[in-house]
């Protein structure tokens, strides 16, 4: 700061008056930017797990009938169906 009855040019005043408000203006753009990655990145992580929900929510899991059953559901549910049977430490000992 400049002190009483010293003398200055402008271009000196200019200088020291941009420099400290360079440096307060630089850290308010950061905190803006950053606020708004953070607002964005929210934004997006919440559309896919409600993109995901969605597409969760319209299927339900059950064990298809023989009479309705396609050859390639029921190749892709029964073994899925005898997996949820075996016991999770039984599997890793065999390992």
């Known amino acids: 700061m400049r002190r009483r009855g010293t003398v200055s040019t402008l271009r000196v005043l200019a200088a020291t008056a ?8 630089t850290l308010v753009l950061l905190a803006i930017t950053s606020g708004m990655a953070l607002l964005l990145g929210l934004i997006g992580i919440y559309a ?3 993109y995901s ?3 969760h929510s319209t ?3 059950t064990l298809p009938s ?5 050859q390639s559901r029921c190749s892709r549910v ?8 075996i ?4 599997s890793l000992r065999a390992e």
């Open 18 to 25: 941009l420099a400290s408000l360079g440096a307060s203006l």
């Open 48 to 50: 896919v797990i409600a």
């Open 53 to 55: 929900e969605s597409l």
């Open 59 to 61: 299927r339900r899991p």
């Open 66 to 70: 023989p009479r309705h059953c396609s």
């Open 78 to 85: 029964i073994p899925a169906r005898r997996v949820t049977h």
């Open 87 to 90: 016991d999770p430490m039984q």
